[in-house]
């Protein structure tokens, strides 16, 4: 079967071993036949809401069976699906729902409670309640229960083409509230296609899925094992000991994980039995400290360590092969199969070697751009012509704005980041976005936002403010911030300053700022 739509990857599989376990989530486990009979039920009901092609369905749940099967359903209907991190607080939901224009809504009772106010402000106009239902309909919504039914067959609308845009993923961006970047099926199915092949993925592994859907690397848990036909078990992270506890049920033998998880996971005792099991670790999400690696090779000695590097505007960039870490433990390894990696000038020439460049992605990774935003595609997204191959329409390739350099060999090093983006704890964050929401607080006059170095998170978050009144208490201020931010944008410390420096432009002097912090 030719994979030319994103939910091709499940639908094959159904066919190919319809029997083999596919999903599971707490106790229930659907085969690779069953979730795909529940994928038809969920298409079925787009379908009968009246979704059309390239209409948006936002996912706003933990993960569960019905998470998954409303992403490949709004596929399978001719849609496009926005997973949106569970964790997000209403503020965060409503810029989503209304930056993308979805107009179907997958959620609980629950969390449609807390976004009553925020839903008249958006064009849903259809929501799907998982689990308990209300009868209670804000914003003049009309509500439907989960009707993913095993029995129903979705008449799926309009065809596809690989090229066509199947996926929303938010991301902050450096001046603001997060961005979309949009996927095709193409981009989709490539990088599964990819991430499996050079992490040997087959029909024998069970993947245990702990990151975020709406996170790429999270996603990407999910269509690799879908895309060789491997069992994918979903968990909602909370303790360390529950991710020992699930590869220990399951037989766990690949696991996936930010720099600060791994952290945690050195923390806890691993069973000899759970330990063998494990075939592989990956990192992605930022650096992993050199002892953690060490550890953990010490923990898993017959699993292979995969080092990973990516960006949710190409969905995978890199990764380091086993059998290179120990001659380069702090590289981020070479292209993955079927991207092209380069380090390139501002005027778009190669650097030499131990020369740094930006990273810039090439090939069918490469995302469509950012939903809506023009302007900001146009400085991401660039036709670029390999030298020698002038004579073909340029490819559309993204410019990363990671700094970093090659070696003789290809071996890519990461040296920073071009803008004041903040990545901690996997994510990466908008300083804009957590300064907004400190002035929202009307408790401060100034604010400035900045990562500071740390070895568990990457990097922890600074605020430094101004009083707007006369006096201003820190714990006052980070109060009101967990009320408007999810845990992981809350910063770490807060300095109260009487004055905040600024540059000749008037700006504020960030640079001078930040190293007054660290200092």
Known sequence: MIRTAFHHLLSGAAAAIPDAPALTYKDETLTYAQTWQTVEGAAAQLLGLGLKRGDRVAIYLEKRLETVSTIFAASAAGGMFVPINHVLKPVQVGHILVDSGARVLVTSADRLTQLAETLEQTMVEDVIVVGPSTKTAPGGVRLHAWGGRADAVASVAASVIDVDPAAILYTSGSTGRPKGVVLSHRNLIVGAESVSSYLDNTPDDVILSVLPLSFDAGLSQVT?????GAHCVLMNYLLPREVVKLCAKYGVTGLTCVPPLWLQLLEVPWPDETRASLRY???????????????????????????????????????????????????????????????????GSPCAPGEEGELVHRGALVGLGYWNDPERTAERYRPLTRP???WRTPDMAVWSGDTVVADEEGFLYFVGRKDDMIKTSGYRVSPTEIEEAAYATGMVRDAVAIGVADDALGQCIVIVVTAAGETLESADLSAALRQKLPMYMVPTAIHVRDELPRSPNGKFDRNLIKNEVVA
């Open 388 to 390: 020698g191959q002038e």
């Open 281 to 347: 670790f990956a990192n992605t999400g930022g650096r992993m400290p050199r002892a953690a690696l060490d550890r953990l090779r010490e923990i898993f000695p017959a699993a292979s360590p995969f080092l990973m590097y990516g960006l949710t505007e190409a969905f995978r960039s890199t990764y380091l092969d086993p059998g290179e870490v120990d001659r380069h433990p702090d590289s981020i390894g070479r292209a993955i199969p079927n991207a092209d990696i380069l380090v390139l000038r501002p005027d």
């Open 224 to 228: 690799t094992a879908f895309a060789v």
